[in-house]
């Protein structure tokens, strides 16, 4: 069991600050006080820093940053990481404190919520709102709040990420508030939240049991899974999403009702894992769940204990990440449908009264579960984890290069969704559009494992569309055309990532590590 109640800083006084790679540094990085308060320095950080920060300052609540006040007016989970990780450049108190407020919300059993809502903005606002959630009541078994209101699912886990890195902005800060030693017994219990409660296909991987856990709302890589889901009535919720953006962008009504039948069978069963109809490994769910480990190992060793065992345990997620998802002749991940498999029957639980009457009835499907055969930009994101072997990042960024996602030839940002597949569309959530996030994890992929000029050539493209866009919520891959929120909160925020940026010789972009710039596509942690 990990040491949870006992850490300490290992450091009576604190340490030299390093920079945002982890390399050391002499001072307190440029542009913050010794209280994290922003000071611009637009001669060297140019307008499209002050553009940066004026969104994230336009988006700031007081304790949090929604992505967008429109659209999106409470805090989300897997954004405010992201957004901790550029508002350490220019508010590293800030940037802590997006990240306690979210932790703050963590239910009892470990996991963190997808959304924390704002008791301050309408129910109408946006929908699911608190009153279809119920966290508070339907939730009480599992341990939810009951003093705020959430969500019942999760979002990919890049909190101790986000944790580490902006620790590392001011390690001197972090010391005196007790940042790291606070985080961490909420990061542990996340992650064992994942790792013991989410096996759900027992071959050691995180399942998500909704697509909006996994942050890729409306993938193709969900087609197959949700045909399995009878829709709720179109009259029994309204989309709030409909009223800030073109309908032909956004999920389709029936897609919708898919996810509205899920997210209420869900709560109905008190949140329980493992009864639902829908459970999938993906590979960037897993990947961040390992890049986190990796970062969980990191905050250990800061705080007096060994790191090793979450070293190890990195590691074996990441053979497990290569056994259930990796196809060699593909060369890329796929997405596993953990009940796409063989049927077997059991009569434990009625699945026509919990699913509708296109479930099977009282046979239930097998955990070996069947690889989804649609390429996204999901099955990419592993390039961020630093012990791929050689072999599988060669290929991976063969894939990357090639004419599916098309890097440095024909797309401007890398896209969503394969750019040969049936169900692409450039404007439509998830299902072509590029997105900012993606961006940066594949940048960070890139440079892991030496691949300068591509990840340099990324990093332009994201900060230039970036700019053009209004740091829109996703672009047209091959124009650059915003689509979307404008102002989003994670656009803006990974953009001062990418300013600030100033990767250290032989150090993990994600400060998490080292490697061989001269191991092209093989490096070690």
């Avoid at 300490?8 to 604190?14: G, S």
């Avoid at 997808?114 to 606002?125: C, L, R, Y």
């Amino acid at each position: 069991m990990e040491r949870t109640t006992q850490l300490t800083a290992r450091r009576a006084e604190p340490a030299p600050p390093a920079g945002p790679t982890g390399s050391p540094t002499t001072s307190r990085p440029r542009g913050t006080t010794p209280s994290g308060a922003r000071v611009y320095d637009p001669a060297v950080r140019g307008s499209l820093h002050v553009r940066a920060a004026q969104v994230l300052d336009a988006n700031w609540t007081g304790t949090s940053t929604v992505p967008s006040r429109g659209l999106y007016p409470h805090q989300w989970s897997w954004d405010s990481a992201f957004i901790a990780i550029g508002l350490r450049h220019i508010s590293p108190l800030r940037a802590q404190t997006e990240l306690e407020t979210l932790l703050d919300a963590q239910w009892a059993d470990g996991r963190i919520p997808h959304i924390v809502f704002n008791p301050s903005v309408p129910f109408d606002a946006y929908f699911p709102s608190p009153d279809f959630w119920r966290s508070s009541t339907a939730g009480r078994a599992a341990g939810a709040p009951r003093t705020v209101q959430t969500s019942g699912i999760v979002q990919p886990p890049v909190h101790a990420l986000a944790a580490w890195l902006v620790h590392l902005a001011d390690p001197g800060l972090s010391l005196a508030r007790g940042f790291l030693a606070r985080v961490y017994p909420h990061l542990a219990a996340w992650h064992r939240y994942l790792l013991h409660h989410r096996d759900l296909g027992g071959g050691g991987l995180a399942s998500v049991v909704h697509p909006w856990e996994q942050g890729m709302d409306n993938s193709p890589a969900w087609d197959a899974p949700l045909s399995r889901i009878t829709p709720a009535p179109a009259r029994s919720f309204r989309r709030a999403d409909l009223a800030h953006g073109a309908p032909e962008d956004r999920p389709t009504d029936l897609d919708y009702g898919r996810y509205v039948r899920l997210a209420t069978e869900y709560r109905d069963g008190g949140y329980a894992d493992g009864n639902s109809m829908f459970a999938v490994e993906d590979p960037a769910f897993n990947a961040l769940l390992i890049a986190s480990e990796h970062a969980l190992a990191c905050i250990a060793q800061e705080l007096g204990a060994p790191g090793t065992a979450r070293q190890a345990r990195a590691e074996r997620l990441t053979g497990a990440l290569i056994d259930r998802l990796w196809d060699p002749v593909e060369g890329m991940f796929f997405c596993r449908d953990v009940y796409g498999g063989e049927m077997r029957k059991s009569g434990a639980l009625d699945r026509d009264q919990r699913f509708g009457s296109s479930a099977p009835g009282s046979e239930r499907r097998s955990p070996t579960g069947t690889l989804v055969p649609e390429r996204t930009v999901s099955g990419l994101i592993p390039l961020l984890l630093p012990t791929l072997p050689r072999d599988i990042t060669t290929a991976l960024l063969r894939t990357l290069r090639g004419p599916h996602f098309s890097l440095g030839d024909a797309t401007r940002l890398v896209p969503s969704y394969d750019l040969l597949g049936e169900a692409f569309d450039p404007h439509r959530y998830w299902r072509g559009p590029a997105w900012f996030n993606t961006g940066w994890l594949l940048e960070r992929g890139l440079r892991l494992h030496g691949e300068q000029a591509d990840a340099d050539a990324l990093r332009e493209a994201l900060l230039e569309t970036a700019g053009t866009s209004d740091f829109a919520e996703y672009v047209d891959p091959y124009t650059g055309e915003a689509c979307g929120a404008a102002g989003f909160g994670w656009t803006a925020a990974l953009t001062l990532d990418l300013l600030h940026d100033q990767p250290g010789q032989g150090v993990s972009p994600t400060g998490t590590g080292t490697f061989d710039r001269s191991d092209k596509g093989g490096g070690r942690g």
